[in-house]
């Protein structure tokens, strides 16, 4: 049996716990919430999270103890908002990870740092990234919740690695494919919340279908661009690890980042867009990292620089929009 320690009390922890410990393996379920693990322990839902699934406490072991939990695994899954890691992780000793195999299933870079969270738990863990990989693909937790068809892509230089982690998570309605091109697949899992939210601020303001296709395929060029400024080398970005995750988070009705994003087209602040929300837009802090990390490679990024200006810069929506408009072909 594999031993698993799962980082995060929120939706996609929720839905990979459930699939993991269903396909067999243990998993040492930290979160933060003394109640969510009490309540967890008590009824076997998580009360916040996905609270219709119900767990299996024979391989389910909820915890409010981090040492413990990664202490018991071989592997790690961080599944915590990108804006926590560094807050969580710093718990654990620069020690700790050694002999583990750690997965970021977070699509987000680390906020004020703006470095990729594989690279940055290598660094501190002094971990090579063979002993890394990510989750990624187009798949909503609410959707795994409900046991629809979904498809995932780990992502790891060690293909035996990816292919290890596969097949922990291939199901009934799971498939899972490995790949090799870590840094491509987890800055483009980064830039599909910015278009998302983007797409979402022009539906906000009242923009159509016919924009918000255009919107995505010169989305898709500017992905392009930006992670081969980064990582030069050749990729297919209609795979569904980069296209299919662009298409899913720009459309679904279960977009976190299309929803705050029309939220804020619609005129709400971002301040009341999050409280409103229950759950994480990661484009919100992807924006300013992405922007940033731009400042040095001046690659041409006309919609991230529109959020940039619209979430950070307090520039209208609408103005951003008409600019971006004009820009589109
Ligand atoms: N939800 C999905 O369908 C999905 C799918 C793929 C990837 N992801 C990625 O998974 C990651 C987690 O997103 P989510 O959708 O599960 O989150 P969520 O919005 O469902 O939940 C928010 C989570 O943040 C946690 N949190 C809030 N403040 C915190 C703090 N100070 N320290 C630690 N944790 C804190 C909450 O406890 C909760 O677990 C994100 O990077 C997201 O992009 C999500
Ligand atoms: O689609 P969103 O905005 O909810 O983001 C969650 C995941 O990244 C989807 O793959």
Known sequence: ?????????????????????ENGSRVHWWMRSKDD??????????????????????????????????????????????????STLDKLGRDELKNKRVISAIKG??????????????????LPHTRLGVVAGPCHAEEVALEKQSYLTIGSPDADLAEEFCQLLRNRY????????LDGIEYCAVMKNIIALTGGIAH???????????????????????????NPQPRDLSASAYLGDLLVTAYSQFSRNRTFGSMVGRGYS???????????AEGYYAVKSIYELNRKLQVSMP?????YHILYEKIS?????????EKFK
């Open 317 to 325: 929506p609408a103005i951003e929009i008409e600019l971006l408009k």
């Open 204 to 230: 906000g303001l009242g923009y159509g279908d016919n924009f918000q296709a255009v919107l995505v395929s010169n989305a898709v060029q500017e992905m392009r661009r930006f992670v081969h400024a980064l």
């Open 37 to 86: 693990v009490q309540h967890l322990l008590r009824t076997r839902h998580n009360p916040r999270y996905l609270s219709s699934v119900a767990h299996d406490l024979s391989r389910v072991l909820p915890t409010t103890d981090l040492e413990e939990a990664v202490r018991e695994a071989d592997w790690l899954v961080l599944a915590v908002p990108a804006a926590f890691v560094q």
């Open 1 to 21: 049996m594999e031993k698993i320690a799962m980082l995060g009390g929120g939706s996609w922890a929720t839905a990979l716990t459930k699939i993991l410990s």
């Open 109 to 126: 870079m680390i906020p004020g740092k703006n470095v990729l969270v594989t690279d940055y738990v290598a660094e501190r863990f002094r």
């Open 270 to 280: 971002v301040k009341s867009a999050q409280l409103e929300m229950n759950m994480v």
């Open 303 to 307: 919609i991230t620089s529109a959020a």
């Open 174 to 181: 799971v498939k899972a494919n490995p790949a090799e091109d």
